[in-house]
C-alpha cells in the first residue's frame, strides 16, 4: 500500500525549468496541482489508518485473513507476518498474504480491514479476474520503463536541445508512459480488492455495522491514494510530452 507521488529532485524537472514557454508552464502547473492533490489525499489516509488502527475490534488481522481464505474456498494461500508500516501485500507468486506490523496481530478496525483488503487481492488471483491478470502481465514492461524512462527522456531531451531528432524523447516518453499505464490498471484492482472485502465483512457478521462503516472509511481512503498516484503519473507524462512539444515549437520559431 505505500505510494509515492511527485518529486522536484527529478532530474527532468531541473532540466525543463529553463524552457519558458506556455507548454511548458502548463505542463508545470498540472504537475504542481497534481502532486498537491496527492499530498492532500496520502495525509487524509495516513489519519484515518491512526484512527483506526486505534479503535478496538474482536479479531486480529490475521485472524480475519484466514476466515476470509477460508470462507471464499481459498486453500494453500499463506497468512505470513512482514515488517514495516502499510506494507501489506499479496504475493501472487508463493500466494501468501503478507500482513504488517499494525496489522496482523493486532485488534483494529484498520488491521480488519486491510487484511481483508489485501485477501480481496487473493480471491482475484484465484478466480483469474482480469485486470489482475493484466497488470501481472505488465510488469515485466513496466520494470523496464521505470528504469529507462526518465535516463531515455534526459538523453532524448538533451539531443533535442542541439537540434538532432526527437525519435529517442519520443522512445522516453513511451517507455515513462508504460508505467501510468500500470497505475491506471491497478485502479480496477484495488477498487474491487475493497469492494470484496467490504462485502465478506458484512456477510460474515465480522464487522458489526459501526465498524463496518469505519473499514469503508479506511478503505475508501485507502484506495484514493492508487487514484492521486495515477494522476500524478498522468500529469507527468503530460509534462513531459509538453517539454518535448516545448522544444519542437521552439526549434520552429
Not at 41 to 68: C, E, H, I, L, W
Not at 178 to 184: G, K
Not at 224 to 235: D, E, G, N, Q, R
Request: charged share 10%; aromatic share 10%; proline share 3%.
Amino acid at each position: 500500500m505505500e505510494q509515492f507521488f511527485l518529486s522536484f529532485s527529478d532530474p527532468l524537472f531541473a532540466y525543463a525549468y529553463g524552457t519558458y514557454n506556455t507548454l511548458s508552464l502548463l505542463g508545470l502547473g498540472i504537475m504542481l496541482f497534481a502532486g498537491l492533490i496527492g499530498g492532500i489525499v496520502q495525509n487524509r489516509m495516513m489519519a484515518a489508518m491512526k484512527q483506526f488502527s486505534a479503535t478496538p475490534a474482536p479479531y486480529t488481522g490475521a485472524d480475519v485473513a484466514r476466515a476470509m481464505l477460508r470462507d471464499n474456498g481459498i486453500s494453500g494461500v499463506q497468512v505470513t507476518h512482514t515488517a514495516g508500516q502499510l506494507t501489506d501485500h499479496y504475493n501472487p507468486t508463493d500466494r501468501t498474504v503478507n500482513l504488517s506490523d499494525m496489522v496482523h496481530s493486532t485488534r483494529s478496525v484498520a488491521a480488519m480491514a486491510v487484511a481483508a483488503h489485501e485477501c480481496g487481492h487473493a480471491i482475484q488471483h484465484a478466480k483469474a479476474y482480469p485486470w489482475l491478470s493484466m497488470r501481472s502481465q505488465l510488469v515485466p514492461l513496466v520494470n523496464i520503463g521505470s528504469r529507462l524512462g526518465q535516463i531515455v527522456l534526459v538523453i532524448g531531451l538533451i539531443l533535442l536541445a542541439v537540434g538532432s531528432s526527437p525519435t529517442v524523447a519520443w522512445v522516453g516518453l513511451a517507455l515513462f508512459a508504460s508505467t501510468t499505464i500500470f497505475a491506471l490498471v491497478t485502479l480496477p484492482v484495488e477498487f474491487d480488492a475493497s469492494d470484496r472485502a467490504l462485502k465478506w465483512l458484512e456477510a460474515s457478521g465480522v464487522a458489526d455495522h459501526a465498524m463496518h462503516g469505519q473499514a469503508r472509511t479506511a478503505l475508501r481512503w485507502a484506495a484514493m491514494t492508487y487514484v492521486a498516484s495515477a494522476l500524478s503519473s498522468i500529469a507527468m507524462l503530460v509534462y513531459y510530452l509538453f517539454i518535448i512539444l516545448s522544444h519542437l515549437q521552439n526549434r520552429n520559431d
